[in-house]
């Protein structure tokens, strides 16, 4: 499969599961969690499906379109590290949606990073919260749920809190 395949099924997956993610969690109060501002277009798609909720941005360097860039008091500038715990100690276990979009182009490491971070983010998660990921995570209460059809298998994982 090309680079190109890989890079338009990652966009499809992560649109279909944000969709997916947000109408089952529509019912849902809490905030938004978006792991990876990035150049900010899952944010952006965040902000136009979910437009009356709270979308807290981790991100250690914004570097967004400026289209696509959270208002100063929206965000958690840092190491997610850093912020993830910081974040739980300000609202506790309330997230209704958490997205991470953290990796880059080395899977392995990927995965490495997706096994540390795990932990750190379960906590985060109210019950039945839903964390939406590019990357398989490794959760111990968290269990993953089915995709939705429009999704590619392996391009994106959809976990939800007991
Ligand atoms: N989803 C974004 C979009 O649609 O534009 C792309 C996100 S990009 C692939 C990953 C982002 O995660 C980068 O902006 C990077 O700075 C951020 N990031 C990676 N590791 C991080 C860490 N440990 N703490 C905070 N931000 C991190």
Known sequence: MSRLDLFINRMVSQRACLNHAAAL????????????LGNGRTYHHMVEIMPDRDIYVFERAIASHPDSTPPDDMVLLGDVYETLPAALKRFGPTA????????GHNLAKNDAFARQLSPVIEPLLASGGLMVASDRMYFETLSEIDLPP???PGRCFIYRAP
């Open 25 to 36: 969690t529509a019912d849902m109060p809490g905030p938004v969690y978006e792991l990876g």
């Open 96 to 103: 209704r949606l958490i997205h991470a979009d953290l990796g």
């Open 150 to 152: 429009d999704a590619v």
